[in-house]
């Protein structure tokens, strides 16, 4: 089976999106659907693990901006949104209105900031699109431009969750040279690439089960409502990079 190229599948399928459907439409469909439900969660995960209005955030895989825009309001800090499609990001940037915050098209697979700026680096659904070896060149750019103790939050499909089976045998049945990939990660994995990237990991939690404080009523398209507390539906692993001693430096 022929991998696709995760750039010209994404850039596809949105340009396929915007031509049958209107532009907010087919800027949700892009990222999944349930753009409003989804960007809450992503916030109330953040604010979960620690989010201050101060902090900087770098939101790598942005798309058309689900998590900016619940954070225009609350974050006098940084923002950082890279994605590798331009129509996605622009629209972000649209309806944040924010200049003083930063999109533009990721190059590849690395994080063009500066190293230790970062109190968070944030994948949703990026490594669900990505070939194993991509998601961990990503975590080592992620872990470069963290803070110490900074987090990297990373949602994932988890083959340890009944329900996500659903998800592999579509894949299995779709047999499209330029579809967009789903990609499956184990935990043992990523418990692997933390040892040797020198991460720690703060948490696990599973895509089926609330684990996300909420402090509003996160209602989704079809009318399902989220009270109390949440779930993504994909798993989440939360890192986070270790305060150096200056001993270990020399």
């Known amino acids: 089976m022929k991998i696709p190229n995760f750039r010209k599948s994404h850039i596809k399928q949105t340009m396929a999106l915007l031509k049958n459907h209107s532009k907010m439409k087919a800027m949700s469909a ?15 995960l953040l604010v979960q693990n620690g989010l201050k209005k101060n902090h900087t955030v770098i939101d790598v895989g942005c798309g058309s901006g ?3 825009y619940e954070l225009r309001n609350f974050l006098t800090g940084k923002y950082i949104g890279i994605d590798v499609v331009k129509d996605l990001y622009k629209y972000a940037e649209s309806i944040c209105d924010r200049p003083d ?15 230790d700026v970062a109190d968070f680096v944030c994948f949703f659904s990026v490594f669900t699109h990505l070939l194993h070896e991509e998601s961990y060149k990503y975590l080592e750019e ?3 431009v963290v803070k110490p103790n900074g987090k990297i939050v990373v949602s994932f499909l988890d083959f340890t969750i009944p329900s996500h089976w659903l998800t592999f045998e579509n894949v299995l049945a779709d047999d ?6 789903n990609q499956f990660l184990s935990r043992d994995a990523i418990e692997t ?4 990237l020198g991460l720690k990991i703060l ?3 599973d895509g089926d089960k609330p684990h996300i404080p909420l402090s509003e009523v996160v209602e989704f398209d079809d009318g399902r409502q989220m009270i ?15 305060q150096t001693k200056e001993s270990d430096k020399n």
Not at 101 to 115: N, S, V
Not at 176 to 181: C, E, H, I, N, S
Not at 193 to 196: E, K, M, S
Not at 228 to 242: A, D, H, I
């Open 203 to 205: 948490a696990m939690h």
């Open 142 to 144: 992620a872990k470069r």
């Open 193 to 196: 690439w933390a040892d040797h």
């Open 66 to 68: 689900r998590l900016a």
């Open 30 to 44: 892009a990222v999944g659907g349930n753009f409003t439900a989804f960007g809450k969660l992503e916030y109330y």
């Open 176 to 181: 499209r040279p330029d579809k967009v990939l």
């Open 101 to 115: 915050w930063t999109f533009y098209e990721a190059p590849g697979l690395q994080i063009p900031e500066k190293d």
């Open 228 to 242: 109390e507390s949440g779930n993504f539906g994909q798993s989440v692993c939360v890192f986070t990079k270790l």
